[in-house]
């Protein structure tokens, strides 16, 4: 494969790679709407391969699976054949309110603090899975407090920052709540009544019994009808009510006559609504400058920025945030904020070139303190710290803090000699002899490295656990692998002792990039002392759906050691994609056909050729069938987006009437049980307990109201849908309109979803290559690298 001549390709926007998936791949990408906008690739170099051997020239109904550039382009397909786009739908990004596109069965879908970013309705199992989390870190914050001798972060800190950051250990030690601002909804979960008992060994994963996905128990129609005369005095829709009793809790109505802007922690809410509402409910008596609105307008952006994946933003761009929302004193607004608990201020860490507000952002910083301008103290007792400055929420504050003790904790454990008596030892299990936190990196065929520790481990008599991102890769891990999801939430794995901690030795977890820092913060908080941890993954692919991204700041700590993998990925496909992982597009021989490409000139034909090499041309070439073959697109909307290609790949895999919310049986879908987490099913029938679905072996119920916000058609994902997956083949889509979006994560991760066989619909020209090339993504802005420095001492951590 020949890739095409590099160009010049402009800077990505700033909600792009390692984002969440809704507010990164759904905002508008340029030029997209209307077909034929995408100019022929004439003359590029490309090496094409045709399954069947036919050539470009075909006719368009042909089921050809690639053509020569060449040869000249190919005819358009006729209108009628391509799906309409959806341009009536509101974008994330694109809209002045930021309400989102399609949030309820969003990729990510993180809230901010707990209410704001929550959709209304949202899934009951992931309410349940989030309170769990919350009580399991209140157990560990208690373990900490307890525990003899803790770590103590932030102690090169002084004056205002240190009182900042021990309001963050009062979160964690229960004496400020962690959402003491804006309280997260309580979640629909019973308390347990006595600690479960410490189990010795592996928890067998139960016999999985059909899922029901019922709705989240409804709000007490007295605070419905509260809140609907309250909506009714200010002037907005009163069929909101449920959703604001939802995100609110039942005192919504009080809280809306305290503070009327409250209503921007209801989903879909913009700026201008909540102005609107409080005029009309205040009578006019209130104003731009009003600490209610200036401390709902910070929370909101930090929201925001979390749903990108930041766990902190720099004050400048809350500032600018306030400034174009017209509020008169920014500065004095983010003063009160911090002062009143809305946010957290923490002082950057100039000696981190990673920091966005290190060395290069620090002389843009000039704001009021504590937004970066030194002040004098009133009292004349000493100056606030100077410099550039980050706000979080508490929520990420709280996860930053705890991740970053337990890792330093399992980075300083003492060496543990059992391992220095494995039969065969390997660079794994000598690092991990030495030292209590290890990274592991490599392809799809290094996995195999760190997953053989658990065969290790019991060897020498220990308990371990593989825990990964998906049911399909624990399926193919073999018995001792759980997903992340079943060992958080007790599923699967060991049990718990009465402080919280797992009865194990070591937890390898691989696809490490998918942890976000909440997630994260639990598995570390819950390993034992003495326990070993090994986080293994790429570090080329794509980030968490939620906030932070936790494997590349360890990688880029240097606290501990990192084995990286010799072990190259396999075939014609493992060597394109690793070579885009270093940033080059390369020729690869494919005698097999293992790698296709086939160029378009514009969205309508991406589409047709598409449906053309899934239903007929790889089945027969490559001896793939339809359903083992997955399309992967970059955005949900667009000409070719994954909404029209839906459309059109079930009206020819499988058409009907979609009489079941949308749905017939056999479709493939694409169901998102909790934020963040996808799993790709079939439909299997539907009656009165809602629809039914077979989610590769478990059956699913998922109740009538619940379609519409956990479910997508399938055959058509999202790389951020994707990343913890893959199939026999892929098709991955590119189609002209969409070229903004590319980068070098995308494309690795896009790419690598394929095992036998890869084909690129290729309309992007020369954007493709120089995406590879020049645009490594969008970097996330984060705290928990600078406070494992401060942990840790340079050392205190090698890199092997």
């Known amino acids: 494969m020949t890739a095409p001549s590099r160009g010049p390709h402009p800077e990505p926007p700033a909600e792009a790679e390692g984002r969440e998936p809704e507010a990164a ?27 069947d051997g036919a050539r470009e ?18 005819a358009s397909v006729a209108s009628e054949e391509q799906p309409s786009e959806p341009g009536s739908e509101a974008e994330p990004e694109a809209e002045p309110d930021g309400s989102p596109e399609d949030p309820p069965a969003a990729e990510g879908g993180n809230s901010g603090n707990g209410d704001g970013g929550r959709e209304a309705g949202q899934l009951s199992e992931a309410q349940a899975e989030l309170a769990a989390q919350r009580e399991l870190r209140a157990k560990i914050a208690q373990r900490k407090a307890e525990r003899a001798g803790p770590v103590a972060a932030g102690e090169r800190l002084s004056g205002s920052a240190a009182e900042l950051l021990a309001a963050v250990r009062a979160v964690e030690r229960g004496e400020k709540s962690g959402s003491a601002f804006y309280p997260a909804a309580a979640a629909a979960r019973p308390a347990e009544t006595a600690p479960p008992p410490r189990v010795t060994g592996p928890r067998p994963a139960p016999e999985a019994p059909a899922v029901v996905a019922g709705p989240a128990p409804g709000p007490a129609p007295g605070a419905v009808a509260a809140v609907r005369a309250l909506l009714a005095r200010g002037r907005t829709p009163e069929e909101s009510a449920p959703a604001v009793v939802e995100a609110l809790g039942e005192r919504a109505a009080a809280v809306l006559e305290d503070d009327p802007w409250r209503l921007l922690a209801v989903p879909g809410v913009g700026p201008e609504q909540a102005d609107s509402f409080a005029q009309a409910l205040l009578a006019g008596d209130c104003g731009p400058g009003d600490p209610r609105r200036t401390a709902a307008l910070i929370v909101r952006e930090l929201e925001r920025a979390a749903l990108r994946g930041d766990t902190a933003v720099p004050s400048s761009a809350v500032l600018a945030a306030l400034a174009g929302r017209a509020v008169p004193d920014p500065g004095e607004a983010l003063e009160r904020a911090v002062a009143d608990g809305v946010v957290l201020a923490f002082p950057t860490d100039p000696a981190n070139p990673a920091d966005p507000t290190g060395p290069a952002g620090a002389a843009q910083e000039t704001a009021a303190a504590p937004t970066g301008e030194e002040t004098e103290d009133p009292d004349g007792d000493e100056e606030a710290p100077t410099g550039p400055v980050l706000l979080s929420l508490d929520r990420y504050a709280l996860a930053e803090e705890s991740l970053a003790d337990g890792l330093a904790r399992l980075a300083r454990s003492g060496p543990d000699t059992r391992w220095e008596s494995v039969a065969e030892p390997t ?5 991990l002899a030495a030292h209590g936190l290890v990274l592991h990196t490599g392809g799809e065929a290094a996995r195999a490295e760190p997953a053989a520790l658990a065969g290790a481990a019991r060897s020498l008599g220990l308990t371990a656990v593989v825990a990964v991102h998906s049911e399909q890769a624990a399926r193919a891990l073999g018995p001792d692998a759980v997903t992340v999801a079943a060992l958080l939430a007790g599923a699967a794995g060991p049990g718990r002792d009465e402080d919280g901690a797992w009865a194990l030795d070591l937890l390898i977890v691989l696809d490490a990039p998918r942890l976000g820092v909440e997630p994260a913060a639990v598995l570390v908080e ?12 790429d570090p080329g692919q794509l980030g968490p759906a939620g906030a932070g991204e936790v494997f590349t700041d360890l990688l880029a700590s240097g606290v501990c050691p990192r084995i990286a993998s010799r072990i190259p990925d396999p075939g014609p496909v493992g060597e394109l994609v690793s070579g885009i992982g270093v940033g080059e597009l ?27 090499l899934v239903a007929d041309s790889i089945p027969r070439a490559i001896g793939v069938p339809a359903d083992r073959t997955q399309v992967i697109t970059v955005a949900h909307h667009g000409s070719a987006g994954t909404r029209a290609l839906n459309t059109a790949l079930k009206a020819r895999l499988n058409p009907g009437p979609g009489r079941f919310g949308g749905y017939d049986p056999g479709d493939r879908i694409a169901y998102t049980p909790a934020p963040g987490r996808t799993v790709p099913g079939t439909v299997v029938s539907a009656d009165a307990a809602g629809l039914r679905l077979d989610c590769e072996g478990t059956a699913v119920t998922v109740a009538r109201d619940r379609v519409g916000a956990t479910l997508r058609h399938g055959w058509a994902l999202t790389a951020h849908q994707a990343a913890a997956l893959r199939w026999p083949a892929a098709v991955v889509v590119l189609p002209g309109d969409a070229v903004d979006a590319l980068s070098r994560p995308w494309v690795y991760t896009a790419f690598g979803r394929a095992e036998r066989h890869l084909s690129v619909v290729h309309g992007a020209e020369a954007a493709l290559p120089a995406a590879v090339a020049t645009i490594p993504g969008v970097p996330r802005t984060t705290r928990l690298r600078s406070l494992l420095t401060a942990l840790l001492s340079a050392s205190g951590g090698q890199e092997a």
């Open 57 to 74: 020239e075909s006719a368009p109904d042909a089921p050809d699976v690639s053509g020569s550039a060449s040869e000249g382009p190919e």
């Open 586 to 612: 390369n020729q690869v021989e494919a005698p097999g056909k293992e790698v296709v490409i086939v160029p378009v000139r514009d969205a309508g034909e991406a589409v047709h050729r598409t449906v053309q």
């Open 427 to 431: 660079e794994l299990t000598r690092a």
């Open 526 to 537: 819950s390993l034992p002392d003495g326990a070993r941890l090994v986080l293994g993954g």
């Open 25 to 51: 791949e759904d905002r508008p990408a340029a030029g997209s709407g209307a077909p034929g906008e995408t100019p022929a690739a004439e003359g590029r170099e490309v090496r094409t391969a045709d399954p």
